[in-house]
């Protein structure tokens, strides 16, 4: 993977390509339009959002003075902890499921399919169709009137009164179901990583298969593992589609919050807390992460 | 590794024979590709019902897609652009994604060569940058940028959709082009150049033409990151719809089929594009057998 510094074979000063300033200034030159671009509209807009949410906003102007106004936060929290603990449990619940559906795929397209990469496109399919319209479609499906529980109550198979839509189960459904390839890909590049070779010595050492897998394939899929969480968790706390859509009114989670707040009744500051919130949350459990695994490591995931 | 010290069990020379090996793997050598099979076809439900439900008639004054089939009809994809403001959003969609496209691409993968090619003041943070963009939920970033608009007082609309999909994509197409360069000889560029190739040449006549898949990847996951894109949008767009935007709008008051042809019509634009490219590398493979670099 390191890019290796050639040897200089022929014994001549490799060729000079840029002048001494050229050189020290092409990185950033190179750099700058991507990087002040996301200085610009990531670095400082996040900064913004931390410095509005200790802003006071007049209800009727909307104009906003920062007044280091730490108070909404006690408040928020209180007003809105269950909601957090909601999404929160919502995306874990998520991400084990879709951990668990996906891993036994991933293991055997790693290690059994023929065809790799016609698998690996199958798991992408998702991808080429709206998120929007994924969900809209599993609405349609699991509609009270809907097909497949009308033949359900048909056949006497539910109560009269059973339904999906509105429940956690129908958000924890949506959020694992959309959130899949993000699972998957991870698992599977760390799967596929592992070297055969170590399977092998762990059979030529007599170890069982069941022992090979919780031995050797598990403790070398954990990166993979971990990169399956994060890339699942996190968009899944901060989602509000699948709630939108397929949840109901006890089923609120936190992204519906700071949108209704942000684009309904315009409380800047509220919903800059709320986001504040959930990002310091979110990159608690990245930190984590990066310290445990390093940075590079998801990049090398994603 | 442990392995061997919890499994205490001595090995009898049943255990060992190959045949009895074959012939405990015998289930459960069914067991993950049935498996994987009924995954695929979950994975395909929506999928599926939104093609199939493409092609469903709809006898009500205001057509709506419902799960109950009433029979075939190609009327919608007639009448393709028979909702107002349906089709104009697609379209919006369209060009956001391909502007949105071009420009994270070439940002992206300037910058994937200046974090491969140099060492510079800085180039840990940008990593850094790149990394928390990346992690961030969508929300944070919509909320945060729209935060950002409404104090520069930035009136909402195409722009503002423009920048807020180039900032979500950039990070994933340097990562994306990056990859590719590693696996990058810095001697073709040498060789090139030793032949008395200008840097510009060497650039357009070695270097792009072998990063060049590593962009085509970069840049076709931006758009189909761009081309998807709910949430951002949804804080951003301001008076602009976005064909997603539209269909959640369209959600609780019931979405007409057109909705599902344009589904369609990018579903199967996206799935020629991938399995065109999986042709082209499975060639590209049989005709220059090397080691994969891994």
């Given at each position: 993977m390191e890019q290796h510094v050639p040897?200089?074979?022929?014994?001549?000063?490799?060729?000079?390509?840029?002048t001494r300033l050229g050189r020290s200034a092409s990185p950033y030159l190179l750099g700058a339009p991507a990087i002040v671009w996301l200085v610009v509209f990531f670095v400082v807009p996040l900064v913004t959002m931390l410095s509005l949410s200790i802003q006071t906003c007049d209800?009727?102007?909307?104009a906003c003075t920062l007044?280091?106004?730490?108070?909404?936060f006690p408040n928020l929290i209180g007003q809105y902890g269950d909601t957090f603990v909601r999404s929160l449990v919502y995306a874990g619940a998520a991400t084990v499921a879709a951990l668990v559906v996906a891993f036994p795929v991933t293991y055997w397209i790693a290690f059994?399919?023929?065809?790799k990469n016609f698998f690996l496109l199958m798991l992408l399919v998702?991808?080429?169709?709206?998120f929007v319209i994924r969900t809209t479609a599993w609405y349609t499906l699991l509609a009270d009137n809907g097909a497949i529980l009308t033949k359900l109550k048909i056949l006497h198979l539910v109560p009269e009164s059973f339904h999906v839509l509105a429940t956690p189960l129908a958000v924890i459904g949506g959020l694992a179901y959309n959130y899949l390839p993000f699972t998957a890909l991870p698992l599977y590049v760390a799967l596929e990583r592992i070297d055969r070779r170590v399977m092998e010595a762990s059979h030529d050492l007599y170890a069982t298969r069941r022992v090979a897998f919780t031995h050797v394939v598990l403790p070398l899929a954990v990166p993979g593992i971990f990169a399956a969480f994060l890339l699942t968790f996190v968009p899944a706390a901060g989602d509000y589609v699948n709630a939108a859509i397929l949840g109901g009114t006890n089923t609120v989670m936190i992204g519906q919050v700071i949108q209704k707040k942000f684009l309904e009744t315009a409380d800047y500051p509220a919903a800059s807390a709320l986001s504040t919130v959930l990002l310091v949350l979110m990159l608690v459990g990245i930190a984590a992460y990066a310290k445990f695994l390093g940075s590079r490591t998801i990049e090398e995931y994603v | 590794m442990s392995a061997l010290a919890q499994d205490t069990s001595i090995p009898s020379a049943k255990d060992l024979a190959p045949v009895p090996r074959e012939r405990r793997r015998r289930w459960t050598y069914y067991t993950l590709p049935v498996y994987s099979s009924a995954f695929f076809l979950y994975l395909l439900i929506p999928i599926t019902f939104m093609v199939v439900y493409s092609f469903n008639q709809s006898h009500s004054a205001l057509p709506q897609v419902t799960s109950k089939w009433q029979g075939f009809t190609t009327q919608w994809y007639q009448q393709w652009n028979g909702v107002p403001d349906l089709t104009p959003a697609f379209f919006l969609s369209i060009k956001l994604a391909l502007i949105a496209t071009v420009i994270s691409a070439t940002l992206g993968t300037l910058l994937a060569l200046a974090l491969v090619r140099y060492r510079f003041r800085g180039k840990g943070a940008t990593e850094q940058m790149m990394f928390t963009n990346i992690a961030a939920p969508e929300i944070v970033l919509g909320a945060s940028l729209l935060g950002f608009f409404i104090t520069l007082n930035l009136p909402r609309g195409f722009s503002t959709l423009l920048i807020a999909h180039v900032m979500f994509c950039v990070a994933y197409v340097t990562i994306t082009v990056r990859a590719r360069l590693s696996g990058f000889d810095p001697m073709l560029e040498q060789a090139a150049q030793d032949l008395g190739a200008t840097p510009w040449v060497t650039f357009w006549k070695i270097t792009l033409p072998l990063i060049f898949p590593g962009i085509l990847a970069g840049a076709l996951l931006a758009f189909a990151l761009s081309i998807d894109d709910f949430v951002t949008s949804n804080f951003v767009a301001g008076s602009s719809v976005t064909f997603p935007l539209w269909v959640y709008g369209a959600v609780k008051v019931g979405i007409p089929p057109q909705v599902f042809v344009l589904g369609t019509a990018i579903f199967s634009a996206g799935l020629v594009l991938a399995v065109l490219a999986l042709v082209f590398q499975g060639r590209a493979k049989k005709a220059r057998p090397e080691p994969e670099e891994g």
């Open positions: 040897a200089d074979l022929h014994g001549v000063e490799p060729p000079r390509r840029h209800s009727i102007t909307l007044t280091w106004h730490f108070a909404e059994r399919a023929k065809r998702p991808f080429f169709v709206s | -």
